[in-house]
């Protein structure tokens, strides 16, 4: 599957614990973004990388959570001690780099994270 | 303000009616602008493009109006397949940097 792909699909954790979310692009793509969507409501910005660097972080919480894109691997978003509001599907998304991206975002199927 | 603006419905319509949403976004730098479609619990995916000079596929016609900051999606003969929640989506100035309207939600009744 040349998609992007996500895992865990589904998530459950009590309060407290941590939740790592994966996300590998598509081949090629360099440009990675992570998007959160509670229920009933539309795709929130959260964080947007390229290969070890975040360029932009204004959607994110100022705490708990952090999102890093290694050189090799997936990229990651990480939810330390997490709470029922952080219940939600959060989406990746990747793009390609330079004069091929044609502005279209390619998304994951989503892990859906249900905090008890 | 937020970056991107939709009425979120629901538009309950029956089947072979037209359709039309509108979105408006608020930065003039905007350079790419795009309709998504998402249906229950799944992700995203493209509709279409929408360009300067307007555009059309199939049943599908988007429309862009710089001067009002504001684009459309028109659905001709809507089919039950249809139904979903269409999220108008712009580039934010910064080609790499995209900001997605809440959605509308379309109900398509038999």
């Known amino acids: 599957n040349a998609g992007v792909m996500q895992n865990p699909r589904h998530l459950v954790r009590r309060r407290g614990q941590e939740a790592r979310l994966r996300c590998s692009p598509m081949?090629?793509?360099?440009?990675v973004y992570w998007y959160r969507q509670l229920p009933e409501e539309g795709l929130k910005f959260m964080v947007y990388l390229q290969k070890e660097n975040i360029i932009d972080e204004s959607g994110m919480p100022k705490e708990r959570f952090s999102a890093e894109f290694p050189k090799e691997g997936p990229s990651i978003l990480r939810i330390q001690q997490v709470v029922r509001g952080d219940s939600a599907a959060y989406f990746c998304?990747?793009?390609?780099?330079?004069?091929?991206?044609?502005?279209?975002?390619?998304f994951g199927e989503g892990s859906r994270l249900t905090v008890l | 303000r937020k970056e991107v603006e939709q009425d979120p419905g629901p538009f309950n319509v029956p089947e072979g009616a037209t359709v039309a949403f509108n979105c408006t976004y608020s930065n003039s730098a905007s350079q790419s602008f795009f309709w998504y479609r998402q249906d229950c619990r799944k992700e995203p995916k493209l509709l279409m493009s929408?360009?300067?000079s307007g555009n059309e596929d199939g049943r599908f016609t988007a429309q862009l109006n710089r001067a009002s900051q504001y684009i459309s999606l028109l659905i001709r003969d809507s089919k039950l397949s249809d139904s979903a929640t269409y999220l108008c989506?712009?580039?934010?100035?910064?080609?790499?940097?995209?900001?997605f309207g809440s959605g509308t939600k379309l109900n398509v009744k038999p």
């Open positions: 989506v712009v580039n934010g100035g910064n080609f790499n940097k995209f900001y």
């Open positions: 081949k090629g793509h360099s440009h």
């Open positions: 929408v360009y300067s």
């Open positions: 998304a990747s793009s390609p780099q330079g004069p091929t991206n044609t502005g279209e975002l390619f």
